[in-house]
């Protein structure tokens, strides 16, 4: 993972703290030089715990390489706001921000998302699977149209549901998983979950063209 090397004007660099010392004494000196704008600080700070952070990115999205740049990107995010740390454990501050990162590359793929939704929703009760089906153009069409709806109501949902729902119908993660990453309680992320699916269903019945779309097919 990336080292920083640039320096604040006029910034002042103590000198590193051990490695090998990792007492809570030692840490706390290299937060309060890192709080300071100490980078060679901060820098040690990310070799302790830049693996923790790369496998923590890696469980949740599922990609080493995804991971690996969401993990940097984590710790540029972390100094850039290092100096409004406020004495926390700096192991779930950079945690956090490396969820917050995931997650937020999750939102940025929603509108992917929605295919994998779409077929789910044309079902009397949906089963939320990603099976695929054959369509012809018109209907391949139609779910064009589909999708966009679907990402205009998955828009509107609370921010907390359409991240438990992507996370649980799009890609695949299971309820200890998504309570683990957003430090939820399973029977919150179940709820979000289940709310987050009527109130999409519930919209898109509710659309006169989504409505034919939905009949027709349950029809079929």
């Known amino acids: 993972m990336m080292q920083f090397r640039r320096r604040a004007r006029n910034e ?3 000198p590193p703290v051990a490695d090998e010392d990792s ?5 706390s000196i290299l937060i309060e030089r890192a709080v300071a704008g100490d980078l060679t600080a901060f820098n ?3 070799e302790r715990y830049q693996s923790a952070v790369l496998t923590h990115c890696t469980a949740i999205l599922r990609d080493p390489s995804l991971a690996e740049d969401v993990a940097q990107e984590s710790m540029v995010k972390a100094w ?3 100096s409004g740390f406020r004495g926390e454990s700096i192991r779930s501050w950079l945690m956090r921000i490396a969820t917050n990162s995931c997650l937020d590359l999750i939102r940025q793929r929603a509108r992917q998302a929605t295919d994998s939704l779409d077929a789910q929703l044309t079902e009397p009760t949906p089963i ?7 369509f012809s153009p018109e209907e391949r069409s139609e779910q064009a149209e589909l999708s966009d709806r679907l990402g205009a109501a998955l828009a509107r949902l609370p921010e907390e549901q359409r991240v438990a729902l992507l996370m649980s119908d799009a890609l695949g993660y299971e309820y200890h998983e998504i309570a683990e990453i957003t430090d939820s309680a399973i029977g ?3 709820s979000r979950i289940s709310r987050g699916r009527a109130r999409l269903r519930a919209e ?3 659309d006169e063209q989504s409505r034919e779309h939905f009949e027709r097919y349950d029809r079929s």
């Open 204 to 206: 898109l019945l509710a």
């Open 188 to 190: 919150t992320i179940k």
């Open 128 to 134: 939320w699977s990603t099976q695929s089906h054959d």
């Open 44 to 46: 040690q700070i990310v």
């Open 80 to 82: 850039r706001s290092i």
């Open 23 to 27: 007492s809570e004494t030692a840490e």
């Open 12 to 14: 002042t660099i103590a």
